[in-house]
């Protein structure tokens, strides 16, 4: 098996033909297979090998503010809040209702797509309009070397940029001059917002059982996975004064005492008027009727299968701490717990 090292001090393994086999069963195949990182197991597309060490030496700038997590905790969220929190608390920003990545680009994107696929981009290949996209933003940029993160690095400032992946594989002086918010969700709710999404998104296509997800997630074996893993990083840093850990379920709860936390963390001293404007652009309501994460003409946009959408919702899907109680069975709920009283038990976890 090939593999090489990442400047982040991680062995990036080829996963082999059997496994790859077994993980990719009830899912689309990666383009470019699947990496296991050692240590820690996590789970990658064989393009990060391509982004990895150009996340980890990302040009970072004093006032970026950075949103960090794993699938499904409220990420989509963060972004919209400490965007608006930034920029918008007055509702007045021309650039607010344009789609969510053009204002707070994920940077890890570049992964998906592999950066490689551009160099023979014919006028009806698939990357085409991405190419176009890039290249209006970035006129002397190279697309094989990532457009995601090239455009994030061409943002006019205060940037506030996203990532999913955890601690260990970005730089380790990160939290040194970048404020990161970390958010967490009770693993309940993760496996099954992220049931949904691996449903909903044509490029996962997710075709198995709930049941056969749950055995999934909780053997690590869903992709930037493990769940666990990514919490434990975060949660160790907790102390840090630049780093803001925060739940999905206190900020579902008490929204506001929430926002007045962030206000203080990111120093945007909003008043109680604008922290209220915030508050109602981001609410769910609000965020699901704009849509502008999938609805969207953005070339990168994931593709959602309309039968799912309309049947079980779209990304925005219910908003809610404690859907799992309607959806996973009382030995999935048992097998997740196991899982969480294992690895995570140092956690206070909310599940209503
Ligand atoms: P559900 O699938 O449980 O509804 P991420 O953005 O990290 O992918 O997380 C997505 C989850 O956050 C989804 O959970 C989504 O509905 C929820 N979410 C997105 N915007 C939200 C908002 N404004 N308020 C509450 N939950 C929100």
């Given at each position: 098996?090939?593999?090489?090292?990442?400047?982040?001090?991680?062995?990036?393994?080829?996963?082999?033909?059997?496994?790859?086999?077994?993980?990719?069963?009830?899912?689309?195949?990666?383009?470019?297979?699947?990496?296991?990182?050692?240590?820690?197991?996590?789970?990658?597309?064989?393009?990060?090998?391509?982004?990895?060490?150009?996340?980890?030496?990302?040009?970072?700038?004093?006032?970026?503010?950075?949103?960090?997590?794993?699938?499904?905790?409220?990420?989509?969220?963060?972004?919209?809040?400490?965007?608006?929190?930034?920029?918008?608390?007055?509702?007045?920003?021309?650039?607010?209702?344009?789609?969510?990545?053009?204002?707070?680009?994920?940077?890890?994107?570049?992964?998906?797509?592999?950066?490689?696929?551009?160099?023979?981009?014919?006028?009806?290949?698939?990357?085409?309009?991405?190419?176009?996209?890039?290249?209006?933003?970035?006129?002397?940029?190279?697309?094989?070397?990532?457009?995601?993160?090239?455009?994030?690095?061409?943002?006019?400032?205060?940037?506030?940029?996203?990532?999913?992946?955890?601690?260990?594989?970005?730089?380790?002086?990160?939290?040194?001059?970048?404020?990161?918010?970390?958010?967490?969700?009770?693993?309940?709710?993760?496996?099954?917002?992220?049931?949904?999404?691996?449903?909903?998104?044509?490029?996962?296509?997710?075709?198995?059982?709930?049941?056969?997800?749950?055995?999934?997630?909780?053997?690590?074996?869903?992709?930037?996975?493990?769940?666990?893993?990514?919490?434990?990083?975060?949660?160790?840093?907790?102390n840090h004064p630049n780093l803001h850990f925060i739940f999905y379920e206190d900020l579902k709860s008490d929204t506001m005492k929430e926002l007045r936390r962030l206000n203080d963390f990111l120093g945007t001293n909003l008043t109680a008027e604008q922290l209220?404007?915030?508050?109602?652009?981001?609410?769910?309501?609000?965020?699901?009727?704009?849509?502008?994460?999938?609805?969207?003409?953005?070339?990168?946009?994931?593709?959602?299968?309309?039968?799912?959408?309309?049947?079980?919702?779209?990304?925005?899907?219910?908003?809610?701490?404690?859907?799992?109680?309607?959806?996973?069975?009382?030995?999935?709920?048992?097998?997740?717990?196991?899982?969480?009283?294992?690895?995570?038990?140092?956690?206070?976890?909310?599940?209503?």
């Open positions: 098996m090939a593999s090489k090292t990442s400047e982040s001090g991680h062995e990036l393994v080829e996963v082999s033909r059997p496994e790859l086999e077994r993980l990719e069963r009830h899912f689309t195949p990666w383009a470019n297979g699947l990496l296991r990182l050692r240590p820690g197991g996590w789970l990658f597309p064989g393009a990060f090998t391509e982004t990895a060490d150009k996340i980890y030496n990302f040009g970072w700038k004093e006032d970026d503010v950075l949103v960090t997590g794993f699938l499904k905790t409220g990420t989509t969220w963060l972004q919209e809040i400490l965007w608006t929190m930034r920029n918008h608390s007055n509702l007045d920003h021309p650039l607010a209702n344009t789609p969510i990545l053009d204002r707070v680009p994920i940077i890890d994107t570049d992964m998906f797509i592999n950066p490689k696929g551009f160099r023979s981009v014919t006028p009806s290949h698939p990357l085409k309009p991405m190419l176009d996209d890039f290249k209006k933003k970035c006129p002397d940029g190279d697309a094989t070397q990532g457009i995601y993160i090239q455009m994030a690095g061409v943002l006019p400032e205060p940037r506030t940029l996203k990532t999913h992946y955890p601690f260990s594989v970005l730089h380790p002086d990160l939290l040194e001059h970048t404020k990161c918010v970390y958010v967490a969700r009770n693993p309940r709710d993760v496996v099954v917002s992220l049931h949904h999404m691996c449903r909903l998104f044509e490029y996962n296509n997710y075709s198995g059982t709930l049941e056969q997800f749950v055995d999934y997630f909780v053997n690590g074996d869903v992709i930037q996975g493990p769940y666990w893993l990514h919490v434990k990083e975060a949660w160790e840093k907790r209220d404007n915030v508050k109602c652009y981001t609410s769910f309501g609000e965020m699901q009727s704009r849509n502008n994460f999938t609805n969207t003409k953005r070339p990168d946009n994931p593709g959602v299968k309309k039968e799912i959408e309309k049947s079980d919702g779209g990304f925005f899907r219910k908003g809610v701490t404690g859907s799992w109680s309607n959806t996973l069975t009382p030995s999935m709920v048992e097998k997740i717990d196991e899982w969480t009283r294992k690895y995570l038990s140092e956690i206070p976890f909310r599940y209503k």
